[in-house]
């Protein structure tokens, strides 16, 4: 055992667990791809204020979760907590938004670090895959992000996931809103910080998960009521296209995000098997975060979806994936010849395309034939000198059991046929 272990609250990937969360990886991205979006990746780490500007100043993950550091130089910076404000800076300073080829479509997949209390589904880093549209405001826009997010957790068969709908209005109806939540929030029996809170921004209050305050909140004005027109008519038509794409969806008017920069159409997916940790990932509109960060008028949006949470729900179904073997034939060389011999047509394997695994060590017959069923590779070829001599190789299929002799020059095509 190493003297060093992973960090508390962090974890690593390893096979064969690793294989699900790759699929899942894919099952998320694939339908992005074929919507147009290109994949983006940013630095792991940016400058603090990014994401105090975009994320929130009055949001946890600001206050408390962020991981901050300065550099030898001075310059301060945090690991990133989250890929959207990092998303948006690198299409500002790439200036892919002038190309005129707007909504800028995107996607990337990574890990994000927040300094949290771990738990089951709660981890200091985490994985997400995410999607973001910038520069087209389009209720077809919101309702393309929910229905692509709705066809990839489909695709990997998981059923037990809701989805949630709400508008967070826009800068011309959320202040009235925002005065009459802070009215209601100055009546109630509130602690500090919880206070200080609802001065800065209010709506963060509602999203609080403190049994205590959500009792207190019971009969707190809704954000529904104070839409302007503009705002209910950009919701109604979200809600028809997604109804038409015959996507299920629950209207949630008390569902706000943890970040500040959302506006209008706010989401989440949920999964009632995960308990407390139930959201299984989210997003909304964030039309103004362009203009927080110091960038020119963009209305986006966008969601980001979480590996490691989607990985506990299909557990939570009990579903298992179809994942392909990561060896379809494996080499068991009997002396040096062999070994020679087998070690080249294994690369001959890997150049066509077949996924091929050697027995690397010395290992005895017994041992290495172990070796090819933890493979899980569909052919092992086995060699000695015998072999050789007459120009064969042993071909076994593990599945039946079956062995026959191939000639040495033949045993690639033999394998490329069955294979398929």
């Known amino acids: 055992m190493s003297t060093f272990q992973a960090p508390k609250g962090t974890y690593d990937l ?4 690793s294989a699900a969360y790759l699929a899942v990886r894919e099952a998320i991205a694939a339908p992005l791809r074929n919507s ?23 949001t946890d993950i600001v206050t408390k979760e962020m991981y901050v550091f300065e550099t030898k130089g001075g310059d301060r910076l945090a690991l990133r907590p989250e890929t959207t404000a990092p998303v948006l800076r690198a299409v500002l300073e790439a200036n892919l938004y002038k190309s005129g080829n707007l909504p800028v479509k995107v996607w990337y997949s990574g890990s994000q670090y927040r300094y949290e209390r771990p738990q089951k589904g709660r981890y200091r880093h985490f994985s997400q895959v995410g999607a ?26 998981l ?19 925002r005065a009459a939540l802070q009215d209601f929030l100055h009546g109630l029996d509130l602690d500090e910080d919880t206070l200080r809170r609802a001065e800065i921004n209010p709506l963060r209050v509602l999203d609080d998960k403190r049994e205590s305050v959500q009792k207190q909140l019971t009969g707190a004005p809704l954000l529904r009521d104070y839409l302007c027109d503009a705002c209910k008519a950009y919701h109604e038509e979200v809600r028809e296209l997604i109804t038409a794409a015959g996507v299920a969806f629950e209207d949630d008017p008390k ?15 949920v999964h009632d098997g995960l308990g407390a940790q139930s959201a299984v990932g989210g997003g909304g509109r964030y ?19 979480g590996v490691d949470r989607t990985v506990l729900a ?6 298992e994936l179809d994942l392909p073997s990561t060896t379809s034939v494996y080499a068991v060389p009997l002396g040096e010849e062999a070994r020679r011999v087998l070690f080249a047509k294994i690369t001959e394997l890997r150049k066509v395309g077949v996924a091929a695994d050697f027995a690397y060590g010395g290992k005895g017959l017994k041992g290495a034939m172990k070796n090819a069923n933890r493979s899980g590779a569909r052919y092992a070829i086995v060699a000695g000198e015998r072999d050789l001599a007459d120009g064969v190789v042993q ?15 033949e045993i690639v095509a033999e394998l490329e046929s069955r294979l398929g």
């Not at 390893?14 to 667990?17: F, L, S, T, V």
């Open 132 to 157: 973001e549209a910038i520069g087209a405001e389009d209720p077809a826009l919101d309702a393309e992000l929910i229905i692509l997010a709705d066809q990839a957790y489909r695709s990997l068969g």
């Open 255 to 269: 569902l706000v995000r943890g970040l500040d920069y959302y506006t209008r159409t706010t989401f989440e997916f």
């Open 314 to 319: 299909l557990e939570a179904e009990g579903i």
């Open 159 to 177: 059923r037990g996931f809701r989805i949630l709908l709400n508008s967070l209005g826009d800068k011309e109806c959320r202040p009235v809103y």
């Open 395 to 409: 071909l076994k299929d593990m599945e039946s059991g079956e062995q026959t002799a191939v000639g040495v020059d």
């Open 36 to 58: 147009g979006y290109g994949y983006i990746e940013t630095p792991g780490f940016e400058n603090v204020e990014l994401f105090a500007r975009g994320v929130g100043e009055s």
């Open 14 to 17: 390893i096979p064969p667990d």
């Open 287 to 305: 039309d103004g975060l362009s203009e927080m960060i110091g960038g020119p008028a963009l209305p986006s949006v966008g969601w980001a979806l």
